[in-house]
């Protein structure tokens, strides 16, 4: 097996201390394993939040060069393949589907590709919008990948994608990422993937901007939702 994917999900506390289940779950587990090894967590944290969200994580022995290599002309949906290594997208997307008919209000949160050396991190910014977009970020990732190489030399180690400019620069953040709660910047859309991401480079230990749309590694700095949190909380 050359690729695992990894689910968690937040489902509602009940009474008997059990947690409740997504409709469908156990037949979209089964229809997973057919193509990957996987692994569904739920969880709950006392509310139910988050319920019909799930975070999902593919992780290959493939590198992430080799996946950009494959990413063209929508193959990323039906199979991606490097010798007797393959990522394969299609059986997932064609579960999900089956999953959403059953539960409306599903949704992915987050869509995490954990490769041999680097990963990539798509986030949710409105409904639906990591499965309508999918395809574009990865062609988008496909035709500015080497633009991310900081001085030409050393590869992004963690790829965020989207970010966004700080509201009025607020706590002396320029950039971050999308808030999961709290959030102040309004009207998001799906232009927003294609304005600014993120990269983490681990030599040099910094998490610059990428300008998308003028294809260039500029010297900002974002901060992650995490960092973002912990800055805030010592001002």
Known sequence: MDIAIKISYYGEPLDDFTISELHGISEFKEELDKSYKTFVHQKTDGFGSGFYELAI?????????????????????????SGSRRLILKPFYAAYSKLKEKNSNVDISRLDFSFNDSTISIYKIFKNSIFEELENILLGLQINYNNLYLQGVEKP??????????????????????LS???????????????????????????????????????????????????????
Not at 189 to 207: A, P
């Open 57 to 81: 994580e593919l992780l290959s022995d493939i590198s992430l060069k080799e996946f950009i290599e494959f990413v063209v002309g929508g193959v990323a949906y039906d199979l991606i393949k």
């Open 157 to 178: 180690y963690q790829i965020d994608i989207p970010i966004f400019k700080n509201p009025n620069g607020t706590h002396n953040i320029d950039y971050r990422c999308k």
């Open 181 to 235: 709660f709290d959030e102040t910047i309004k009207e998001i859309g799906k232009e927003d993937y294609y304005k600014f991401w993120g990269s983490f480079y681990q030599f040099k230990g910094r998490f610059y901007v990428y300008d998308y749309k003028n294809q260039v590694l500029t010297t900002n700095e974002y901060f992650t939702e995490e960092l973002y949190w912990e800055k805030v909380q010592t001002m």
